[in-house]
């Protein structure tokens, strides 16, 4: 199977190989090195600055965004969300089940937040803001040098969500003063599932150190405790933190983080070159588009899922559905994880095959 | 390197090939009947029964063991656990964050909990009961049959931790209440670590209905739900989700749990037996051993750490060494994972070296 959807995405043969390997025992010095080699690399391509810290969460993104909801936010927080799908949402819901007062700003559908949009909130106590910066559901791009400039000029701890933009759209946590920056094992990092990621800055790291979450398991301050030494409070899914480092080696080796944006754009702009050239039936839905994926509804009256469907069972190919109010409408292609552009040329000649044979 | 340590263990060539496959997108009809096999397979293999559930949860064992923690109790109960080393004490400490009010027994070091200990509780109107049948960090297999009697008079709500006697000690969770049962991939089940598991009878089921923790990410009622089409409401380790049903059918295929356990049992009994008779120089720590685990104290005045490294330096072999205040006294090896006999004689010959070199 060819896979397009936004995570889990294909894996290079190197990290495939030590999928193969025997998991080893990890409370070694060995095994601290490869997780301060990982820490290192992360900083330096989340651009965080020499003093920040990373947690290697083993769980789901999800994980990530309730871990560092709270233990950075509590009731005394006022926070404001940005709630533009569903991952967004997820977020809004995470500060409902912890009581942490916010509100939230709604996009129009396919649509960035606006200046005017975050102007209305200006000075009106917040402590707090959380964004999805590539809402994946939708494929938009949230513009990060507004929201930043809008945290600053407030004062507000700002808290990203970057799982589906790491690696993917340029980001500078540092010049951004972004304070924590989430992402996930199967995005761009093109790694199985089941690590995720929570970077802090160090005014981050001291603010965890002041909170007293009601958890054990999402409780920042053990990740970082033990991080010190290189090691995880709880048996950690070992052999994925070891593609991990496989796959950070050869993203260092070919070029670093702005070598890899650069790389998932190229893809991104051939992919969406090649849509107009072809007039495929096909209306792209964000005004804001991330690196990482384009969200597309069908135009000729054909189901979004039914392409799904169709492209999975006879040609071999994963393209990533939605579910939900959009399931018929919008379906998103991935331009993550072991994919070149021979790989789009075959997605692009099963859709022209589809068109041939009326199901376009 | 040969591991004989409790998790992560070795994995058969076949989880291992799975390992090395790409990861499929997983919102599909076809992940969803992976899913319901291993969710037939461990109900089978924990004996729990046509109307028990399996929570499949992306995380450590701990993530599961907060996940029963405050999904079945909250402060209304009164809970007795047993702490008879870390993981019986990680259950106290998590009774402790979520102020669930708990009574904490403490066997003496090495020994199972006895009839009289429990005769002790009987009557003061206890509501929940937390054990970890085999108390890894100490090699002590705690009596379920007396435990299960004791909950049984008193109408207690039985939480075990299986992690690491799953699959190794027999085990009837219908036959003895136990209303929730946790496991993780790394221990018997010989998959790579980040998937804990948590087994809930029809009762449990229940009862999780009808709480509402604060928490999403470890809100058991999201994955039940999830689970009722083969899914999970967050992204898993699909990989090792892939790797489990693999390890799950190799099981079946070789006779079942009652097969698995005599195997185990076997290799556990053959090396304590080489133990004596190659009169090596360790005593046996723990007067009630599990089939996972031989714990194991160097009587020749040398480090337990001390062996552990040697092993692992000279030998390529990795046993188990213990933290904290046991660090020196005590370590263990392991009989879960893809080993054979013949491993054990390398580790026996290993032993025998160390002894004709002065190092035991």
């Known amino acids: 199977m060819l896979n397009f959807t936004v995570g889990p995405v294909m894996s290079s043969e190197a990290v495939r190989a030590v999928g193969a390997e025997q998991v080893p025992y990890f409370r070694t010095p060995e095994f601290s090195e490869v997780m ?8 330096q391509f989340a651009k965080a600055g020499e003093n920040a810290r990373v947690c290697f969460m ?10 560092a909801v709270i ?17 967004g949402h997820r977020f809004a819901e ?10 939230v700003i709604r996009p129009a559908f396919g649509q960035g937040v606006t200046a005017e949009q975050l102007a209305a909130y200006d000075g009106r106590g917040f402590t707090g803001f959380l964004v999805n ?36 759209d340029p980001f500078d946590m540092e010049a951004l003063d972004v304070q924590v920056m989430i992402t996930g094992s199967q995005k761009a990092l093109a790694c199985p599932p089941g690590i995720s990621l929570v970077v802090l800055s160090e005014k981050a790291v001291e ?8 958890t054990m398991y999402l ?30 080696r050869e993203i260092e080796a070919s070029g670093g983080v702005d070598a890899e944006v650069a790389r998932i754009g190229g893809l991104a702009r051939y992919f969406r070159g090649k849509l107009t050239e072809y007039s495929l039936p096909f209306r792209i839905v964000s005004a804001s588009l991330p690196n990482a994926v384009t969200p ?22 994963w393209v990533c559905p939605n579910g939900g109010e959009l399931k018929d409408t919008v379906f998103r292609v991935g331009h993550i994880g072991a994919l070149e552009e021979k790989d789009f040329d075959t997605l692009l000649g099963a859709f022209r095959d589809m068109m041939s044979r009326g199901l376009l």
Chains 1, 2 share one sequence.
Do not use: W
């Not at 301060?36 to 900083?43: A, C, D, G, I």
């Open 58 to 67: 083993t769980g789901s993104g999800t994980a990530s965004m309730e871990a």
């Open 36 to 43: 301060f080699e990982n820490e290192r690399l992360v900083k």
């Open 219 to 248: 409780d920042l301050k053990l990740a970082l405790k033990n991080g010190e030494r290189g090691q995880t409070p709880f048996t950690p899914a070992v052999g994925t933190l070891r593609q991990i480092n496989c796959r950070l």
């Open 133 to 168: 910066l590539d809402e994946t559901s939708v494929g938009v791009l949230y513009d990060i040098g507004l929201i930043s400039d809008f945290c600053r000029r407030n004062g507000i701890f700002l808290v990203v969500d970057s799982i589906s933009s790491f690696l993917c």
């Open 207 to 214: 603010r965890v150190y002041g909170k007293k979450p009601k």
């Open 296 to 317: 597309l509804s069908p135009t000729g009256g054909v189901s979004a899922n039914d392409i799904f469907i169709t492209l999975k069972d006879e040609y071999g190919i």
């Open 94 to 103: 995470l500060l409902e089940i912890h009581e942490i007062p916010h509100e």
């Open 71 to 87: 233990n950075v936010f509590d009731a005394q927080d006022k926070v404001l969300v940005v709630d533009g799908g569903s991952f």
